[in-house]
């Protein structure tokens, strides 16, 4: 079965905190692994990971890929109440087209 | 505001009733996705549309019916619905895979359908 599993499912952190958020996959079809924030609404693209052991940055944000291990990890430094939300992990498989198999994300809140 | 507009934002429907939901994207993306997403669960795939031709259904009951009029439209029509199809519904859309590798999913805010 094509699994997604993200760990821990809730954290409670405060302002300045650094986290890491955990994701395992299986190894069936993969083509990538993208992580995704959902606040109310649309879940926003934050990084898609093909190849193992790169590091991707945007800001506070980066996120990199073990395909050994196959997992992936998100940290956030210098957290922010702005950072409080749903984070889902997503694997990309497929032949012809992309598609993603989510896992049920972890839902971070961040305390002033 | 992300560029894929999804139209109603909300919409309350009776089981009997007939309604489509749409979904418009201006970024020359060549596949386009239904999603749905119940309460506190991850969004799960609905259909794939790939250069307008229905590529993936992913066991959808009938009373769903997707349809894609051109390359930056996507509806999604919905008759004799149950009241667990309540969720929220995302379209979602992708550069079509270039030969360079995959792309990203740039999902729309979702229509939220409540089914009395």
């Known amino acids: 079965e094509d699994k997604v599993v993200q760990s821990p499912l809730s954290l409670v952190v405060h302002e300045g905190d650094t986290v890491t958020l955990n994701c395992s996959y299986e190894?069936?079809?993969?083509?990538?692994l993208l992580w995704y924030k959902q606040e109310k609404k649309a879940p926003t693209f934050l990084f898609m990971l093909?190849?193992?052991?790169i590091e991707k940055k945007s800001g506070r944000l980066s996120s990199i890929l073990d395909k050994k291990e196959l997992s992936s990890i998100l940290n956030i430094t210098a957290t922010q109440t702005g950072d409080s939300a749903i984070y889902l992990c997503?694997?990309?498989?497929?032949?012809?087209?992309?598609?993603?198999?989510f896992g049920k994300g972890t839902k971070l809140s961040v305390k002033p | 505001d992300t560029e894929v507009t999804q139209t109603p934002k909300h919409l309350v429907m009776g089981m009997t009733n007939k309604k489509s939901l749409k979904c418009e994207q201006h970024?020359?993306?060549?596949?386009m996705y239904w999603y749905k997403q119940k309460a506190k669960k991850p969004p799960e795939l609905m259909f794939v549309?790939?250069?307008?031709?229905?590529?993936i259904n992913e066991s959808v009951p009938s009373r769903f019916s997707p349809e894609c009029p051109n390359s930056s439209l996507l509806n999604l029509h919905l008759h004799a619905l149950q009241p667990e199809d309540s969720a929220l519904y995302l379209c979602?859309?992708?550069?079509?895979?270039?030969?360079?590798?995959?792309?990203?999913?740039?999902f729309g805010n979702g229509t939220r359908l409540t089914v009395t």
């Open positions: 979602a859309s992708s550069p079509r895979r270039d030969g360079t590798g995959y792309s990203p999913l740039h």
């Open positions: 190894v069936t079809n993969f083509r990538s």
């Open positions: 093909t190849s193992s052991g």
């Open positions: 997503a694997k990309m498989w497929g032949g012809s087209q992309g598609n993603l198999i």
């Open positions: 970024m020359g993306h060549r596949a």
């Open positions: 549309y790939s250069y307008e031709k229905l590529s």
